[in-house]
């Protein structure tokens, strides 16, 4: 997995690298507007320090990032504004020993959906190349296949928390553009829900996330 990341963040930078003159040709505002975009990467999720998400430390859930963004931003001169929104799944996933019906990581967990939305702020290093810090809040939803011994149920857990990151966007033309980014998000908050959709009042977790992504998208 790692290898086909490293792959992947290496084509992507090639082709930034052999970009620039087709981007320079392009409108001086290279990077502003609505965008819509793919993103493929590494995902690891593994539990923190608090008492409630307490697992094996030799279990962590890493596997395949999938999914897609939009986003809308403003250059301003060399600074760049904008906001942006994500919806993403991965194959992550780790079984543990049923010990504890409290633990978060009780049972198989499986990644599901993942929802983010946030800001980011970069300066043009180039005027085709875009160095960005960003964040904001992430839901994620965590699908449990849970057992006591004599009783296996599938559930979900909907974990509130924060995304930090900082990448380096390419344009490849005026229009088109790739970009490779870190993303580390915290989740504080988590949430038990019922196959009746009843949810279970927030309870404290720490579960951490690290990501490697790489995406490729269009500006309008």
Do not use: C, W
Request: net charge neutral; charged share 20%.
């Amino acid at each position: 997995m790692r290898k086909f990341v490293l792959t992947a963040a290496a084509s992507a930078l090639a082709l930034g690298i052999a970009a620039p003159a087709f981007a320079q040709d392009g409108p001086a505002e290279t990077f502003t507007g609505p965008r819509v975009g793919v993103i493929l990467g590494y995902d690891k999720l593994q539990p923190g320090s608090g008492p409630d998400s307490d697992i094996d430390s030799d279990h962590k859930a890493d596997g395949f990032l999938y999914g897609g963004d939009v986003g809308y931003d403003v250059a301003l001169g060399s600074l760049v504004i904008g906001a942006e929104g994500e919806i993403t799944g991965s194959t992550s996933k780790v079984s543990n020993n049923p010990v504890n019906a409290a633990a978060l990581g009780y049972g198989r967990v499986k990644s599901g959906r993942d929802l983010y939305a946030g800001v980011r702020v970069g300066f043009r290093a180039t005027p085709s190349t875009l160095i960005y810090a960003k964040g904001g809040y992430t839901n994620a939803r965590l699908d449990l296949t849970a057992s006591d011994g004599t009783t296996t149920t599938g559930q979900h857990f909907n974990l509130d928390g924060y995304r930090l990151g900082a990448g380096v966007e390419q344009a490849l033309t005026a229009k088109t553009y790739a970009k490779i980014e870190y993303r580390y998000s915290n989740y504080g908050n988590a949430r038990f829900e019922y196959a009746n959709g009843a949810n279970t009042n927030n309870f404290d977790v720490d579960t951490d996330r690290h990501q490697i992504a790489v995406g490729v998208g269009f500006r309008f």
